[in-house]
């Protein structure tokens, strides 16, 4: 693969996460990940298309990559396929 696409609200998150994990801020990276959390949580459902812009995937890889910087890999396959049959259904380009 040579290019990733994501939205940027989600990448500008996930570069204050690993900002605040090379300086050992943890309520701060923490923060950092919640707010990926919420912008796909924004981004499923009836908003998917408006919101997220067709790039939830590489969203959730990204909050993904965060837990399991954390050591919290706890149940992402699950939402993962839900995610995927979401995505799915939204037209594509």
Known sequence: MDKVVIDCVPFLYYLQYLV???KGNLSKRLHAMFNIADFLNLGLGKQLCEKAKGHVDTAFHVLAHCRE????PDNFNKKKIMIKQLLCLQSTN
């Open 20 to 22: 605040y994990r090379h």
């Open 69 to 72: 910087l954390e050591n919290r």
